[in-house]
């Protein structure tokens, strides 16, 4: 299948709008913003029976050609003021609507600055153990069996505590094709993570308190409903081209 572009993603790093840096913490931990590297999982003890690779289009034909069965979609998109907007208006509006979130969704709060792209791995990762294998060493998957009867916010603490996973996250970073950023250069591309967990499409945004649920989905129709889910952040940020969709697939060779 075709692999991630690793230098294609964040080539361009506009600074962040003003409204999102101050919800940052100055003392917060930062890490490298990471591209899309898919070695990366492979180095934190995935074996490659499933990969990830670029969906290069959303219409019919194209998406016939990303190979099945897929168990997790990661967006990447701009943080724009359109996007903040939203995502205030759609929490405000979820803590009065109450939502049924399965007890056995893994979820993980993001408070480390860049780290998105390594808490969308690990979201998608956590929802499909079932799928995936990993090497007996694996740091990926010690941190998932250490961290599974944690709340969100505990997993984030222990994340930041994790220097096998943030020393595999900048080394990986450093490799990129692209010149790797300083720690204090601000990027405004964000990575989430679509799954499903029995029956539902889960929407794993760190940055969001609380996992949002999509309606129903299955294994043979989960692609088409997270691309179009995705459709939705691209149709409020009409005139911006900057969205990458991935998709962890069954390795077909």
Known sequence: MNHMDPG??????????????????MDCPRWLPLESNPEFVNC????????????????????SMVPRPVCAVLLLFPVTEKYEAFKQEEEEKLKDQRQEVSPDVYFI???????????????????????????????LKKFIEQTTK?????RATFLEKDESIR????????????????LDEKVNLHFIAF???GGHLYELDGRKPFPIVHGKTSEDTFLEDAVAVCKTFMARDPQEV????????????
């Open 109 to 139: 709060k993001q408070t480390i600055g860049n780290a998105c792209g390594t808490i969308g791995l690990i979201h998608a990762v956590a929802n499909n153990q079932a799928h995936l294998e990993f090497e007996s060493d694996s740091p």
């Open 167 to 182: 020393v595999t996250h900048e080394s990986s970073a450093q490799e990129g094709q692209t010149e790797a950023p300083s």
């Open 8 to 25: 294609s993603l964040l080539s361009k790093r506009p600074q962040l709008n003003g409204k999102y840096l101050q919800k940052l913490k």
């Open 150 to 154: 944690m709340t969100a916010e505990e």
């Open 195 to 197: 799954v499903n967990v």
């Open 242 to 253: 900057r969205f990458t969709i991935i998709a962890l697939s069954k390795d077909s060779y």
């Open 44 to 63: 934190l003890g995935m074996k490659p029976t499933w990969q990830f690779g670029d969906v290069y289009g959303l219409d019919p034909e194209l998406l």
